[in-house]
């Protein structure tokens, strides 16, 4: 719950994001191959997971989509794309690049079979992305993924004997019922 603020969480997250796209218009089209995407999507997880303080059991796609982090694969194909317009003098308009990354972004997150609880919240990425208020923080990140001090998480741990609600008795303590 404690340590860094949101503003550093996002401040390291970027500072990785660059790390992990260095060079990103040249290995951009290897990502056609599904296990080069999940490799490089690997440490962009771990990032988007401390930057919303999620649990390490909440999914990759459940902590993209909380944290605002566009999918790495994604924002490489747009680099990708921007260096060859670029190189062959094709003015590149960075808004409508960005509207296409996030639609085909949105695609993946309708068609993805994780992170249903958080899809049933935060069905529009875009609309998610643009907001103008509120940090995700500890608590929030929890009711958002499901993951979190639950009765129904915490017994599918075995961290607790029974699935229900210590404050009213509700047979089933999870997200909706919280």
């Given at each position: 719950m404690?340590?860094?603020?949101?503003?550093?969480?996002r401040l390291l997250a970027k500072v990785v994001m660059n790390q992990l796209l260095y060079a990103s218009p040249i290995w951009a089209g290897s990502l056609s191959f599904t296990t080069n995407v999940e490799t490089i999507e690997g440490p962009q997880r771990?990032?988007?997971l401390r930057y919303v303080r999620a649990y390490r059991t909440v999914s990759k796609a459940a902590a993209l989509v909380v944290s605002g982090m566009?999918?790495?694969?994604?924002?490489?194909?747009?680099?990708?794309?921007?260096?060859i317009n670029r190189c062959e003098g094709i003015e590149f308009n960075e808004a409508e690049e960005r509207n296409a990354t996030i639609r085909k972004w949105q695609d993946e997150w309708k068609n993805s079979d994780k992170g249903k609880w958080t899809v049933r919240l935060i069905p529009d990425i875009k609309h998610w992305l643009l907001r103008k208020y509120g940090n995700c923080d500890f608590h929030l990140?929890?009711?958002l993924t499901g993951h979190g001090c639950f009765g129904q998480y915490l017994t599918k741990y075995k961290k607790r004997q029974s699935p229900e609600c210590v404050d009213c008795g509700s047979a089933e303590d999870n997200a909706e019922h919280t």
């Open positions: 404690g340590g860094a603020s949101q503003k550093k969480r771990k990032i988007a566009v999918p790495a694969h994604l924002l490489a194909m747009e680099q990708q794309k921007r260096y990140t929890q009711m």
